[in-house]
């Protein structure tokens, strides 16, 4: 049993941090690609960010390019996303991702990923 597990998500005012962190177990990820996407109510799922298995590189949405970092602890098999600078569209629930094939390269899309968590949600007031 595969189970991804997401933390760190709450309440932030305008301009506030937020570190959420992806927990997996049931299998290793280190050489699995994953990303972090978000869903708003009454809208789609969106991508965030993503990263390849390796860890050299990061891609993310023009929303939060600058403002958000993705990183990955292989030892620890987890995943970071570090969000800076939140501003109010910013607030969903955010899921992280995992591919179950072993896939050079960043995917975007939800039918990209095998393996999804429960959600955190983050909350940003004005």
């Known amino acids: 049993q595969v189970t991804l597990v997401e933390s760190g998500g709450g309440l932030v005012q305008v301009g506030g941090s937020l570190r959420l962190s992806c927990a997996a177990s049931?299998?290793?990820?280190?050489?699995?690609?994953m990303g972090w996407f978000r869903q708003a109510p009454g809208k789609e799922r969106e991508f965030v960010a993503g990263i390849t298995w390796s860890g050299e590189r990061t891609d993310y949405a023009d929303s939060v390019k600058g403002r958000f970092t993705f990183s990955r602890d292989y030892a620890k098999n987890l995943v970071y996303l570090e969000m800076n600078n939140l501003k109010p569209e910013d607030t969903a629930v955010y899921y992280c991702?995992?591919?179950?094939?072993?896939?050079?390269?960043?995917?975007?899309?939800?039918?990209?990923?095998?393996?999804w968590g429960q959600g955190t949600q983050v909350t940003v007031s004005s």
């Open positions: 049931g299998r290793a990820f280190s050489s699995n690609a």
């Open positions: 991702a995992a591919k179950l094939r072993q896939d050079r390269g960043i995917f975007y899309r939800t039918e990209d990923y095998d393996y």
